[in-house]
């Protein structure tokens, strides 16, 4: 069964280091997002992607987050200057349509010290 | 914003009894998710709810949505030991296909 792939798993930086986590969506979805999710707490929107451009974002997805699909397999999120509150599970998600089930992926957890 | 409440927080249960957690939107919803996700796992979609009072079933679980269209509930019957993890209840609105999460209700079986 297609899959949502992330790497790496487990990302440890220093802050103001600049990150970035990559997600490959099952390869005939159209429709990409990124979600956070501090230890403990619920799942936080972050960013959905479109058409090669974001067509919503958080409040929490500020300037120093990024969102890229460099080429035809990968989705990628950065963050510019890492913060102490960065620090976090970051999930992937992709579906053929945007009202339809989210598939995600396993999630890179991010650490920053 | 749009917020999505969901209550309790945490459910101890014995195994083979019930469970229901309750989800509130502050806003009309065009449709609800709801998601499971294991200790240690990512979320892992259950349902999708998109019509005003649907109730959809899956073995022992029990989805409904209000009249309303701003709250949904989850039912678990004889619960069992594999039930373990969070449930999530996930909305969007009719402005777009951001998913906002509730806060998730943790259940624990005891066997």
């Known amino acids: 069964e297609p899959e949502v792939t992330q790497t790496p798993s487990h990302q440890v930086t220093q802050m103001g280091q600049e990150v970035i986590l990559r997600c490959v969506p099952i390869?005939?979805?159209?429709?990409f997002y990124w979600y956070r999710q501090i230890l403990g707490q619920k799942v936080e929107f972050l960013v959905s992607f479109y058409n090669n451009e974001i067509s919503e974002k958080s409040e929490i997805f500020d300037d120093q987050f990024s969102v890229e699909r460099p080429d035809g397999s990968n989705f990628t999120l950065k963050i510019r200057s890492t913060k102490l509150e960065d620090s976090a599970m970051y999930f992937c998600?992709?579906?053929?349509?945007?009202?339809?089930?989210?598939?995600f992926g396993p999630g890179t957890r991010l650490t920053v010290l | 914003g749009q917020q999505v409440m969901q209550i309790p927080q945490y459910q101890h249960v014995q195994e083979g009894e019930d469970f229901t957690t309750y989800c509130n939107s502050s806003t009309t919803l065009s449709n609800i998710q709801w998601y499971k996700q294991r200790p240690g796992g990512h979320p892992v979609f259950l349902i999708q709810l998109v019509k005003s009072g649907e109730v959809k079933k899956q073995k022992r679980l029990t989805f409904q949505f209000g009249e309303a269209k701003k709250n949904s509930s989850l039912h678990i019957t004889a619960t069992q030991t594999t039930d373990v993890g969070t449930y999530f209840c996930?909305?969007?609105?009719?402005?777009?296909?951001?998913?906002?999460f509730g806060g998730g209700t943790r259940l624990m079986v005891k066997p």
């Open positions: 390869s005939n979805h159209l429709y």
């Open positions: 996930a909305g969007t609105n009719n402005a777009g296909n951001m998913l906002t």
């Open positions: 998600a992709s579906t053929g349509h945007p009202y339809n089930e989210q598939f």
